[in-house]
């Protein structure tokens, strides 16, 4: 089984000190992969720059405008897209290397050249909207892949599972009417972004492919499984995609300080070899893991760590943090009951 690891060392220069979203959280993913002996055991890439071809096929050209704009006339620090997001003078050559990096992923397992694989990669990307950044996010980089996927290889359908902590508003608003792709978001709610409510369901062709699992906060391990178990595997069974990328967030960890899930490393896992097992039922094992956010630098690095482990077969799970004080969880069985009814599933 062979696993490509898809990441670049430029992705440590797009930084702002102090910020959430900086370039310590992949020198941690980098270093405990490496500690762990597994970048030996996987076939590393360097990421190549996505081109503007596919940026477009989700950005609006004037966005793209705005970010060569920003990288021909280079700010003395960075400048604030948002209230949340930065770009310095070199933010859009490592964006593209981001989604670069997802984009190749999805080439080396659609080409047979490795049996699945691993984004490690930064910038995040599932909150940048078609027309402007969002929520540290400057390209859609799952969106560009999934796009990439179809046109380049003709696949028909992908299915986009995203269990960062965020509601995946950008990938959805770029894939909402389209019946090609079933993308799941579950996250907490109501929280940053605000958007996924559980009737947002698709919109033309695309109702009913999208599927939001909204969550108060508190839920774990336990809520976890019962719903990948209850609504995403016969969704899946349903639409039988032919290729699966997961937008892995480690932000709904019990320790991420931005959030308030009580997800361990071990429940992670769970999700994780329960995706696997999907691809492996349902797409001859072709799935993409590419890395959104999280940001307490032991969760995210574990984390990342048990992907390459599920990936590469092996039965390890690396958990120095273990579960949470309080194992109390909200009851999910009236969410489940909701979802059932409006996708009947």
Not at 2 to 22: K, N, Q
Not at 94 to 120: K, M, P, Y
Not at 175 to 200: C, M, N, R, V, W
Request: net charge negative; aromatic share 8%; proline share 6%.
């Amino acid at each position: 089984m062979t696993t490509a690891y898809l990441t670049h060392p430029r992705y440590t220069e797009h930084h702002l000190a102090g910020h959430a979203e900086h370039a310590g959280r992949i020198r941690a993913v980098w270093a405990e992969i490496d500690k762990a002996g597994l970048s030996a055991r996987m076939n590393k890439i360097e990421a190549p720059p996505v081109d503007d071809e596919w940026i477009l096929k989700v950005h609006t050209q004037k966005y793209l405008e705005l970010l060569y704009w920003i990288e021909q006339h280079p700010p003395q620090g960075v400048h604030h897209l948002d209230p949340d997001t930065y770009a310095g003078a070199k933010a859009f050559e490592i964006a593209r290397l981001s989604a670069g990096g997802v984009v190749q992923a999805v080439d080396e397992v659609l080409s047979g050249r490795a049996q699945n694989a691993l984004a490690a990669v930064r910038p995040p990307g599932h909150h940048a909207m078609p027309d402007h950044a969002m929520g540290f996010c400057l390209l859609g980089n799952v969106p560009i892949a999934t796009r990439y996927a179809q046109e380049k290889f003709g696949i028909e359908k992908i299915m986009i599972v995203d269990y960062d902590v965020h509601h995946g508003n950008g990938t959805e608003a770029m894939l909402y009417d389209d019946p090609t792709t079933l993308f799941i978001s579950s996250h907490q709610y109501p929280f940053y972004p605000g958007t996924g409510a559980i009737t947002d369901t698709g919109s033309g062709k695309g109702s009913g492919f999208t599927i939001n699992i909204p969550l108060a906060g508190g839920h774990g391990d336990r809520s976890y499984a019962a719903f990948y178990e209850q609504i995403i595997w016969p969704a899946a069974r349903r639409f039988k995609p032919q290729l699966i990328i997961v937008s892995a967030g480690f932000d709904s960890h019990w320790l991420d300080p931005i959030a308030g899930m009580r997800l361990s490393l071990r429940g992670y896992d769970h999700l994780t070899r329960e995706l696997i097992k999907m691809a492996d039922e349902l797409c001859g094992g072709k799935i993409v893991f590419a890395m959104e956010g999280g940001y307490n630098l032991d969760a995210l690095s574990h984390g990342l760590v048990n992907i390459a482990h599920a990936l590469l077969g092996d039965d390890t799970v690396s958990d120095p943090l273990g579960p949470p004080k309080d194992s109390r969880e909200p009851d999910i069985e009236p969410v489940i009951r909701h979802l059932k009814q409006i996708h009947r599933l």
